[in-house]
């Protein structure tokens, strides 16, 4: 994740207002929910009518294409075909006709332009004008449906639609009664992958990506990659990293073609290329020996960029080429810093970018890059070159987003508003904070102009999973699908049905139960207000020996809210779960959210352990060489035993060892794993090494020897009061 300034925020936001309104989700039981009245669509189409009469599934069912039929009109055909093989069992027959069957039931799909489908939209008033090329129609009626777009990301787009009003009845199924009108607000829907920060994504993941995200209507996924593109010629590039082959590459781009996703890189071509400039053989083309940021004088630089130009443009076809130069901090402070002196910083940036701009642009291709640089230097804007598109991106909550999106306005740049999915360095994602960014910073970005969002997912320590993300990226497709702010409670009680396939909106609200620990561990106290500030749940407190002076200090503060802690990460769990056979779709991103509440509640549990041994350890100082030895000598059991409360912790962290080893193969490629593996090692040898510790000092005892003070081993002062 690229930093963010969340200094001086100060505004205190009722989270009734925007995001734990999820907690007042409807629970009434499937179908009545799914009712021809409350269609569960997510994104919410513009133009929506609901009737009382739905269309009847029957076995006699045809699913007809007006001929003439291309691929892709196919393809979207496909997808209704297995959604209701999905619901009813029966694989329905998809038919090319030049005209819809009379009298028989049939799903009849086709272009704007066919001749009978003009007249079919005309007996139905149901006009395609000024939809556009993504936009559609779709009417369901007793005895038929229509679906219909100018150009196939239209036609499979109402698909789509279509495919969330499919609701069992028994062993059948009907189609919730529509008449939709529907079009995008934004041209680019975006989410990336970050394949630089540790884990790299399998093909088959990212296939399950692409899947996802189109069935939601966004049209891009942008990898993020530094060294994760291996250069022919250049056999260091990506040597320590985990990287897709070529082929990979070639068969990824083509898989998502079909489904109207355009697979976009980004590469670095400025700044953020430590993994590159760490090697002799690269580090003398860097502003500092070994540093992140390339030099604008070194003369070699430019060669090595289009050597990355001339192998990666060929494999992915998308128009749009994403060039980085973020976070350029060190510009200036080695071999430029006296041409940033002589020339100013903004300068020597902007003809850095501009060369950059200038290769890229030879092979045909739209330059993006990032804007923050742009957003601290404004006066470089008019300068930038026009008709480029813009990546303004910031990650956290703000009363108002107008210092990303103000200065380039009028600018003739075009404008992405990039916000983020929360998931970085956190044991759960913040979906609060997330849906305040991506909500308010895209729904001011419409009313700039911005012609696309890309919602973020980073990886920074290089533990972070995509999986838990996903209610982040599914809220980022409605708000740049949708003409305004969606609501987030209204997107709640529809996200189970449209995600998992699971009427029981239980499940939306056991994740967002579960992201809520963020704002309980960042108060220290039960919280009902999100306060613009992100995280709490940090991946780093895991680590944390709570025997040292930093985690004694972290275990005080959170001793309040630990129980609540584990209440909750528990009780989500356990919806996960329970939850996971009814799941219909994606039940296999549940696995990732039950190891986040339980390495939630591994956290709390250690926070408790580490007060309860503390108390039994001062019990046993206190009944030293006393009539009470046996007392302490049962305080002793309670530490380390069979039973011990470090055995526990021990235990539970073997189990999420395991655990993540798992998850991390389902997602990602392995050689980068044992990096993280090793971290959770480490973990349980601390519980190990202090349940040996403790033995000796047990042992020490029974022949004689006094206890250690609890000052020594790090132990918490005894609490006034505390339960002996």
Same mark, same amino acid.
């Given at each position: 994740?690229?930093?963010?300034?969340?200094?001086?925020?100060?505004?205190?936001?009722?989270?009734?207002?925007?995001?734990?309104?999820?907690?007042?989700?409807?629970?009434?039981?499937?179908?009545?929910?799914?009712?021809? @009245? @409350?269609?569960?669509?997510?994104?919410?189409?513009?133009?929506?009518?609901?009737?009382?009469?739905?269309?009847?599934?029957?076995?006699?069912?045809?699913?007809?294409?007006?001929?003439?039929?291309?691929?892709?009109?196919?393809?979207?055909?496909?997808?209704?075909?297995?959604?209701?093989?999905?619901?009813?069992?029966?694989?329905?027959?998809?038919?090319?006709?030049?005209?819809?069957?009379?009298?028989?039931?049939?799903?009849?799909?086709?272009?704007?332009?066919?001749?009978?489908?003009?007249?079919?939209?005309?007996?139905?008033?149901?006009?395609?004008?000024?939809?556009?090329?993504?936009?559609?129609?779709?009417?369901?009626?007793?005895?038929?449906?229509?679906?219909?777009?100018?150009?196939?990301?239209?036609?499979?787009?109402?698909?789509?639609?279509?495919?969330?009003?499919?609701?069992?009845?028994?062993?059948?199924?009907?189609?919730?009664?529509?008449?939709?009108?529907?079009?995008?607000?934004?041209?680019?829907?975006?989410?990336?992958?970050?394949?630089?920060?540790?884990?790299?994504?399998?093909?088959?993941?990212?296939?399950?990506?692409?899947?996802?995200?189109?069935?939601?209507?966004?049209?891009?996924?942008?990898?993020?990659?530094?060294?994760?593109?291996?250069?022919?010629?250049?056999?260091?590039?990506?040597?320590?990293?985990?990287?897709?082959?070529?082929?990979?590459?070639?068969?990824?781009?083509?898989?998502?073609?079909?489904?109207?996703?355009?697979?976009?890189?980004?590469?670095?071509?400025?700044?953020?290329?430590?993994?590159?400039?760490?090697?002799?053989?690269?580090?003398?083309?860097?502003?500092?020996?070994?540093?992140?940021?390339?030099?604008?004088?070194?003369?070699?630089?430019?060669?090595?960029?289009?050597?990355?130009? @001339? @192998?990666?443009?060929?494999?992915?076809?998308?128009?749009?080429?994403?060039?980085?130069?973020?976070?350029?901090?060190?510009?200036?402070?080695?071999?430029?810093?006296?041409?940033?002196?002589?020339?100013?910083?903004?300068?020597?940036?902007?003809?850095?970018?501009?060369?950059?701009?200038?290769?890229?642009?030879?092979?045909?291709?739209?330059?993006?890059?990032?804007?923050?640089?742009?957003?601290?230097?404004?006066?470089?804007?008019?300068?930038?070159?026009?008709?480029?598109?813009?990546?303004?991106?910031?990650?956290?909550?703000?009363?108002?987003?107008?210092?990303?999106?103000?200065?380039?306005?009028?600018?003739?740049?075009?404008?992405?508003?990039?916000?983020?999915?929360?998931?970085?360095?956190?044991?759960?994602?913040?979906?609060?904070?997330?849906?305040?960014?991506?909500?308010?910073?895209?729904?001011?970005?419409?009313?700039?102009?911005?012609?696309?969002?890309?919602?973020?997912?980073?990886?920074?320590?290089?533990?972070?999973?995509?999986?838990?993300?996903?209610?982040?990226?599914?809220?980022?497709?409605?708000?740049?699908?949708?003409?305004?702010?969606?609501?987030?409670?209204?997107?709640?009680?529809?996200?189970?049905?449209?995600?998992?396939?699971?009427?029981?909106?239980?499940?939306?609200?056991?994740?967002?139960?579960?992201?809520?620990?963020?704002?309980?561990?960042?108060?220290?106290?039960?919280?009902?207000?999100?306060?613009?500030?992100?995280?709490?749940?940090?991946?780093?407190?895991?680590?944390?020996?709570?025997?040292?002076?930093?985690?004694?200090?972290?275990?005080?503060?959170?001793?309040?809210?630990?129980?609540?802690?584990?209440?909750?990460?528990?009780?989500?769990?356990?919806?996960?779960?329970?939850?996971?056979?009814?799941?219909?779709?994606?039940?296999?991103?549940?696995?990732?959210?039950?190891?986040?509440?339980?390495?939630?509640?591994?956290?709390?549990?250690?926070?408790?352990?580490?007060?309860?041994?503390?108390?039994?350890?001062?019990?046993?100082?206190?009944?030293?060489?006393?009539?009470?030895?046996?007392?302490?000598?049962?305080?002793?059991?309670?530490?380390?035993?069979?039973?011990?409360?470090?055995?526990?912790?021990?235990?539970?962290?073997?189990?999420?060892?395991?655990?993540?080893?798992?998850?991390?193969?389902?997602?990602?490629?392995?050689?980068?794993?044992?990096?993280?593996?090793?971290?959770?090692?480490?973990?349980?040898?601390?519980?190990?090494?202090?349940?040996?510790?403790?033995?000796?000092?047990?042992?020490?005892?029974?022949?004689?020897?006094?206890?250690?003070?609890?000052?020594?081993?790090?132990?918490?002062?005894?609490?006034?009061?505390?339960?002996?």
């Amino acid at each position: 994740m690229h930093s963010s300034n969340t200094a001086g925020r100060r505004q205190v936001w009722p989270v009734r207002c925007i995001l734990l309104l999820a907690f007042a989700i409807c629970i009434s039981a499937f179908p009545s929910h799914l009712s021809a @009245q @409350q269609p569960m669509l997510i994104p919410q189409p513009r133009e929506l009518h609901t009737r009382a009469q739905s269309f009847q599934v029957n076995s006699n069912l045809q699913i007809v294409l007006l001929t003439s039929v291309t691929s892709e009109d196919h393809f979207a055909a496909e997808s209704v075909q297995k959604e209701l093989k999905l619901v009813t069992g029966q694989e329905f027959p998809i038919v090319g006709l030049p005209e819809p069957p009379q009298g028989a039931p049939a799903i009849v799909m086709g272009r704007f332009d066919q001749p009978a489908m003009r007249q079919l939209l005309s007996a139905r008033h149901l006009s395609p004008e000024g939809v556009g090329a993504e936009g559609y129609v779709l009417d369901v009626q007793s005895g038929a449906v229509i679906i219909a777009g100018k150009a196939g990301a239209g036609l499979y787009y109402g698909a789509q639609t279509l495919r969330q009003l499919i609701v069992p009845v028994g062993q059948e199924a009907r189609i919730l009664g529509v008449q939709v009108r529907d079009w995008p607000a934004m041209q680019y829907r975006a989410t990336q992958v970050d394949l630089s920060r540790g884990p790299v994504a399998k093909l088959s993941f990212l296939k399950n990506v692409v899947r996802n995200i189109a069935q939601f209507k966004m049209n891009q996924l942008f990898v993020y990659m530094e060294d994760s593109f291996r250069l022919e010629g250049q056999p260091l590039w990506g040597i320590l990293s985990d990287t897709l082959s070529r082929s990979d590459w070639n068969e990824l781009v083509a898989y998502a073609a079909p489904y109207h996703v355009t697979i976009v890189p980004r590469t670095e071509d400025c700044g953020h290329l430590h993994k590159v400039l760490r090697f002799e053989q690269y580090s003398g083309m860097g502003e500092r020996p070994h540093g992140h940021v390339l030099a604008p004088e070194d003369p070699h630089q430019m060669d090595l960029l289009k050597t990355m130009y @001339q @192998q990666m443009l060929p494999v992915f076809t998308s128009p749009i080429y994403f060039v980085g130069c973020d976070e350029t901090f060190a510009l200036g402070t080695g071999r430029s810093k006296d041409l940033v002196a002589k020339e100013g910083y903004g300068k020597v940036y902007v003809d850095h970018l501009n060369q950059v701009a200038q290769m890229v642009e030879s092979y045909n291709k739209q330059v993006m890059f990032s804007g923050d640089i742009a957003t601290s230097h404004p006066e470089i804007i008019p300068n930038l070159p026009k008709g480029q598109i813009i990546d303004s991106w910031v990650y956290s909550a703000h009363d108002s987003y107008d210092k990303w999106l103000k200065p380039f306005e009028g600018s003739g740049l075009k404008i992405f508003t990039c916000p983020w999915v929360g998931n970085t360095s956190v044991m759960v994602p913040d979906y609060e904070e997330a849906a305040y960014n991506i909500g308010h910073f895209l729904a001011e970005g419409k009313k700039a102009g911005a012609i696309g969002t890309i919602v973020k997912a980073w990886n920074d320590d290089g533990e972070t999973m995509f999986a838990p993300a996903w209610w982040s990226v599914i809220y980022g497709a409605a708000c740049a699908w949708e003409e305004g702010l969606p609501d987030v409670k209204d997107f709640n009680r529809k996200f189970d049905w449209d995600f998992f396939r699971d009427a029981d909106p239980g499940l939306v609200e056991a994740i967002m139960n579960l992201g809520h620990i963020n704002e309980i561990m960042r108060a220290g106290k039960p919280v009902e207000t999100f306060d613009m500030r992100y995280g709490g749940a940090s991946d780093g407190l895991f680590w944390q020996n709570p025997f040292s002076p930093a985690g004694r200090e972290q275990v005080e503060r959170m001793l309040p809210v630990a129980s609540l802690i584990r209440q909750t990460a528990e009780n989500s769990y356990t919806t996960f779960v329970n939850s996971a056979s009814r799941a219909k779709r994606n039940a296999d991103s549940l696995e990732s959210l039950e190891f986040a509440a339980l390495r939630l509640d591994a956290l709390g549990m250690r926070y408790q352990f580490a007060q309860e041994i503390s108390e039994r350890y001062a019990e046993a100082v206190a009944s030293q060489g006393g009539q009470n030895r046996r007392r302490g000598g049962r305080g002793f059991s309670d530490i380390s035993s069979t039973n011990g409360r470090l055995q526990d912790l021990r235990d539970y962290t073997t189990r999420l060892t395991e655990l993540y080893r798992q998850l991390w193969l389902s997602e990602n490629l392995p050689n980068w794993m044992p990096n993280i593996l090793q971290l959770y090692r480490r973990n349980s040898d601390l519980w190990q090494d202090l349940i040996a510790k403790f033995s000796d000092i047990r042992y020490g005892l029974r022949n004689g020897q006094p206890l250690p003070s609890p000052e020594s081993l790090g132990l918490l002062p005894a609490q006034p009061g505390a339960k002996q």
